[in-house]
């Protein structure tokens, strides 16, 4: 189970920063991502950290303005975002990859079978 907070209002050039609490699987040994979905749009890839945390991966429209993070002590996986800019407006998922998927180091949706029930992040100009 995947359990996403710290979704808000916050204007353009703020920051937030999203929480994802996992249970029920050892998703300490799982590349783990985000992706987001804005209304009318598919689900896109956000960004995705290797198990130990050495490796991620980034959506080019987000580089250099989030990061994502993860504790495995305490089965959570963070994104940082800073510098929001109105088009990250969007409900944020929280996904786990499907066990065959585990190592990949950029996730699609088609390889997530865990996915959190999403907060959204609303960014005002």
């Known amino acids: 189970q995947l359990v996403e907070s710290g979704g808000g209002l916050v204007q353009a050039g703020g920051s937030l920063r999203l929480s994802c609490a996992a249970s029920g699987r050892s998703f300490g040994s799982y590349t783990m991502g985000w992706f987001r979905q804005a209304p009318g749009h598919d689900r896109d890839f956000v960004a995705s950290?290797?198990?130990?945390?050495?490796?991620?991966f980034y959506a080019d429209s987000v580089k250099d303005r989030f990061t994502i993070s993860r504790d495995n002590a305490k089965n959570t996986v963070y994104l940082q975002m800073n510098s929001l800019k109105p088009e990250d407006t969007a409900l944020y998922y929280c996904a786990a990859p499907a066990s065959r998927y585990r190592s990949l180091s950029r996730l699609m949706p088609s390889d997530v079978d865990s996915w959190g029930q999403g907060t959204l992040v609303t960014v005002s100009s």
């Open positions: 950290i290797s198990w130990s945390g050495a490796n991620a």
